[in-house]
């Protein structure tokens, strides 16, 4: 296997090829990039077909986890959204007409096209966006596909999900998307979308936009009919011409709570429909009955996946005052173990920040919290010289006033706190601007259940977190944002019920 692996090496490119010189270097432990055959430059997948941009414009991709440039991609504008709203308008007849079985074969087949070309999916949205080959590998890509899967599922059974009421697809779709799960929050938009019978137009991130268009090949592949789905590259202002096109009558976005303001205000007064999914500032809590072992884990898995880049992070670790000092002890310990450095390094646990102004981001926000006083924690670690790096790092002795308890640093920052009863815990979980999710650690599952129920967050795990199902709604309260993706209730937006 490794002999094979070096074979392929030798015949990447040498843009795409793993930089030496990390602190943790397994040269054999190296996934390869060849299985991606990147082009310098990518166009919008409008109708069908990949096009340039009306006006010649591009901006460029990087991989951060070098600095370097990826490749071109088409910069949309107005103009470019008008058409491919207007593709995806011509698209909705026939599409909203097809039979729900016929609609599934489609999503089924773009499901299954998914897993037979994971390793390249994987391979790209790691050099693209700079997280760990093993997490793009075992996570995004095999749940992105499983959306597709689920949602296939119900493209025939519409009936059952509303049952005793008449449903229509709701028309054109505007989807905007962030970076830190790039196909993943492609698969979570479209595939509810697509089975109930919707057109889409959906535009990923600027900082990483290649695994939607390889998507957009995959779909080209599937044969799905033109126009049902257009994928535009651009940045925020291509986001804000999707919104303010007045053909587009639902909008879904997941990104920063600022801008879904934005979006809220502009839209309002208009016949859209809207789902938010913003951000988080997620209380994991640890009793001091909890499996302490497990719950370090969680702890870890909470703040350190994907660099901490995630919504609903457990960026706020509660622990019982009477266990206070043993978990801080475990946890040192076990993240002195995690693995920083290149992404494509198949024993890397913690991978690069996804772009320069999040790892500017981050750090200033490190910063506020050393000038607060908070005692301070990192791993101790060498960071590759190249690229954007971040040591996976904690704050003890914070408050529920403390910045870093109240705002999301979307970074591998963890604040800690400590309660003494339950019903503490409870308060101070629940004094946050945001409402996404939770983590409770204890033996006792009636506790479990009792906490739970006094939470105000969307989404709660028990004695795991981070675990996602495309059956499981996700979605917040507060400024966390509104509606529901994944399971039955992701069909909600996507219908309006007669
Ligand atoms: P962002 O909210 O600006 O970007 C998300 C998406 O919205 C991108 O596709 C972007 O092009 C688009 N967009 C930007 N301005 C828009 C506008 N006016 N109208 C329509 N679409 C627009 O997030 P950004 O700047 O990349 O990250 C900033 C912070 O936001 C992060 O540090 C993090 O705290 C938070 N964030 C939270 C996410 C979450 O899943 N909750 C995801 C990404 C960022
Ligand atoms: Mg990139």
Redesign the pocket.
């Known amino acids: 296997m490794a002999k094979k692996n070096k074979k392929t090496q030798k015949n990447k490119s040498k843009k795409t090829q793993p930089k030496k010189g990390f602190h943790f270097e397994y040269d054999e432990a190296l996934e390869s990039t060849a299985v991606v055959k990147l082009k310098k430059k990518y166009g919008l997948f409008i109708g069908g077909e990949f096009k340039a941009s009306k006006s010649g414009k591009t901006f460029k991709t990087e991989n951060p986890a070098t600095g370097e440039k990826l490749a071109e991609l088409a910069l949309a504008d107005k103009k470019d959204v008008d058409s491919a709203v207007q593709a995806a308008k011509k698209a909705f007849k026939a599409w909203s007409e097809l039979s729900g079985k016929e609609r599934g074969k489609y999503l089924f087949r773009i499901a299954r096209l998914i897993q037979e070309r994971s390793r390249e999916f994987a391979v790209l949205e790691t050099l693209d966006g700079g997280k760990p080959i093993k997490e793009s590998r075992d996570v995004d890509i095999p749940l992105a596909a499983n959306h597709f899967f689920y949602y296939a599922g119900w493209a025939d059974k519409l009936d059952y999900a509303f049952p005793g009421k008449k449903i229509k697809p709701v028309g054109v779709c505007g989807q905007?998307?962030?970076?830190?799960?790039p196909l993943l929050?492609a698969a979570w938009k479209l595939a509810p979308a697509l089975a109930a019978g919707n057109t889409v137009v959906l535009?990923?991130?600027?900082?990483t936009s290649l695994t939607a268009l390889l998507l957009a090949e995959v779909i080209q592949e599937a044969e799905l009919p033109k126009g049902v789905v257009n994928i535009i590259t651009?940045?925020?202002?291509?986001?804000?011409a999707?919104?303010d096109h007045p053909d587009v009558k639902k909008i879904a976005?997941?990104?920063?709570?600022?801008?879904?303001k934005?979006?809220a205000k502009?839209i309002a007064g208009s016949d859209k429909k809207l789902t938010l999914?913003?951000?988080?500032k997620s209380a994991n809590i640890i009793f001091e009955d909890a499996a302490i072992d497990q719950a370090v884990e969680g702890i870890v898995n909470g703040i350190f996946f994907n660099q901490g880049?995630?919504?609903c992070a457990g960026s706020r670790v509660l622990v019982q005052e009477s266990i206070k000092d043993e978990v801080i002890a475990k946890l040192k310990k076990r993240m002195s173990t995690l693995r920083v450095g290149n992404p494509l390094d198949k024993n890397t646990d913690v991978g690069a920040i996804n772009?320069k102004?999040?790892l500017e981001?981050?750090n200033s926000l490190v910063a506020i919290g050393k000038k607060e006083g908070g005692r301070f924690h990192e791993v101790d670690c060498a960071l590759p010289k190249k690229g954007y790096y971040c040591k996976p790092c904690f704050f003890e002795g914070q408050t529920p006033a403390s910045t870093l308890s109240r705002v999301?640093?979307?970074?591998p920052v963890l604040s800690i706190m400590t309660f003494r009863t339950p019903d503490e815990a409870v308060k101070i979980a629940n004094d946050s601007n945001y409402g996404?999710a939770a983590g409770i650690w204890s033996e006792k599952s009636s506790k479990i259940h009792k906490i739970a129920s006094e939470l105000k967050a969307g989404v709660i795990w028990g004695n795991t977190y981070n675990k996602f199902d495309p059956a499981a709604p996700f979605g917040g309260y507060k400024e966390?944002g509104f509606g529901r993706e994944g399971g039955l209730h992701g069909l909600y937006p996507y219908v309006e019920v007669r």
């Open positions: 905007i998307i962030p970076w830190n799960f929050m535009k990923p991130a600027e900082q651009g940045e925020g202002k291509t986001g804000a999707l919104v976005f997941t990104g920063s709570t600022d801008i879904g934005t979006i502009a999914e913003l951000g988080g880049h995630v919504c772009s102004e999040q981001k981050i999301e640093v979307f970074g996404l966390s």
